[in-house]
């Protein structure tokens, strides 16, 4: 290979290293606005601020958002939209691509959002709004936690990047059940779940907004489930019937192997 086929090499190594850093910077800084959004803290606008509209002008306005980020996030996820996307572009730059359009999607959201501010309850003590104030950063906690568990920067795109860069062989990840994975098989999603529900004042608008994430998680968490399946066979199937999906319950009897 001559110098300047190698220096070409390097350039686009570096872009697509580049690329998969700002989407992964993109999407910690829509993950920390997300935080501030359902907790109503730091940020310009949270769930309950902006444009007043119409209840129901609110509520159909809301859905459509949430329903375009399950969409995308759905359509993305599949090997056929996958084998097409990677027609276009390198294959460790496809999931920095997806990260990156899923934070763009909820940006959207943040910035649309319109409250719907008819209180559905609120807990004027002291304590209780504590508790529900911890319950909701541990659910914070429990989805970083879940991340740095399977791999936090291959999860969101960036090290797939740095392996091309360093010309690494990708290595497949194998199956493991680390810490909260014994507990249930998406720690993640009961993350989410926690930390959009747990609130001292849920309006309905934010009742929307964790009805509506809710609902995709379970619908998302089955056709995921498929997947893995598919790509551990009979030790995932062991490990479903042993372990539940997302909310923890007794562990079942562990089933000898076949």
Do not use: C
């Not at 568990?149 to 062989?169: P, T, W, Y």
């Amino acid at each position: 290979m001559n110098t300047k086929s190698t220096a070409s090499n390097l350039a686009v190594r570096l872009a697509g290293l580049i690329y998969s850093t700002a989407s992964y910077l993109v999407f910690l800084l829509t993950v920390l606005y997300l935080i501030g959004f359902l907790g109503r803290v730091i940020v310009p606008k949270n769930i309950d601020d902006g444009v007043t509209v119409g209840g129901w002008t609110a509520a159909l306005i809301n859905t459509s958002l949430l329903a375009l980020f399950a969409v995308q996030h759905t359509v993305m996820a599949r090997k056929n939209f996958k084998a097409w996307l990677i027609r276009f572009i390198p294959v460790s730059a496809e999931r920095s691509t997806y990260v990156l359009l899923s934070s763009l999607v909820l940006m959207l959201i943040f910035w649309l959002w319109r409250p719907i501010t008819t209180d559905l309850w609120t807990v004027d003590s002291p304590l209780g709004r504590a508790l529900l104030t911890g319950v909701f950063w541990t659910g914070w906690g429990i989805v970083l936690l879940a991340t740095v568990l399977i791999s936090h920067f291959e999860l969101f795109g960036l090290k797939q990047a740095v392996d091309r860069f360093r010309n690494a062989v990708p290595r497949a990840q194998p199956f493991k059940t680390p810490l909260l994975y014994k507990i249930v098989r998406h720690p993640l999603y009961l993350g989410f779940l926690i930390a959009f529900w747990a609130t001292p004042d849920m309006t309905a608008g934010h009742f929307l907004f964790a009805l509506g994430f809710s609902i995709y998680i379970f619908m998302g968490a089955h056709i995921e489930e498929k997947d893995l399946v598919t790509l551990f066979g009979e030790p995932y199937r062991r490990y479903q019937r042993e372990v539940s999906m997302v909310f923890p319950l007794p562990r079942r009897k562990r089933t000898p192997p076949e």
